[in-house]
């Protein structure tokens, strides 16, 4: 058969039908009680997935880029500055090449899902495995004796470039609910 991505291009109308009716009888107990666990799962609009997804971004973007400005306030303004725009250079930098284009992979992925998914899956599994990581190495520099005003260059980098990127998100949902436009984009730049 045939395969797009992860997309299966034909469907077998009797696999369907036979999945649907073992689906239906594993579902219930011979007393007729529920053994799905299917309506208590949180599902919501994958556009409440993308603006979930922007708003993470956004947030978490604010807060490193808000540690940073902290720790470069600390130190004088002729030391500061350089090291300010030595973090806004990377962050456009990281934003370009990296950041824009896990994001934009991360909204076409959104799209290729069902209306109704689990709120959890704003990212991939993967994701949450990158985000746990990132977390502990943030809070290990950060008790590191590393200097804050030199770690301030890494913090405005990584969130200056989570800051930019979020918008791809609030930009799709955008061209999708406002426009009317697909979801898919045709051109990922």
């Not at 704003?122 to 200097?147: E, N």
């Not at 990584?158 to 898919?184: D, E, M, P, T």
Request: overall charge positive; charged content about 15%; hydrophobic content about 50%.
């Amino acid at each position: 058969m045939p395969i797009h991505g992860n997309v299966n291009l034909f469907i077998d109308t009797d696999d369907l039908f036979t999945s649907a009716v073992l689906a239906e009888q594993q579902k219930f107990e011979p007393g007729g009680v529920a053994l799905s666990l299917e309506k208590w799962k949180p599902a919501v609009s994958k556009y409440w997935l993308m603006v979930l997804a922007g708003l993470m971004w956004t947030v978490v973007g604010i807060m490193l880029c808000r540690l940073a400005y902290i720790w470069l306030k600390a130190v004088p303004w002729n030391r500061a500055l350089p090291l300010g725009s030595l973090g806004l250079v990377f962050a456009l930098a990281a934003y370009r090449y990296p950041f824009s284009k896990i994001a934009l992979k991360n909204i076409d992925r959104l799209c290729l899902m069902a209306d109704k998914c689990c709120i959890f899956a704003f990212q991939a599994w993967r994701s949450y495995l990158v985000v746990i990581f990132m977390m502990l190495l943030g809070i290990t520099l950060r008790y590191s004796p590393f200097p804050r005003h030199f770690l301030a260059v890494i913090y405005a980098t990584i969130g200056g470039a989570l800051f930019l990127s979020s918008f791809h998100f609030y930009q799709r949902i955008w061209r999708v609910k406002i426009r009317k436009q697909s979801c898919i984009s045709s051109d990922n730049n």
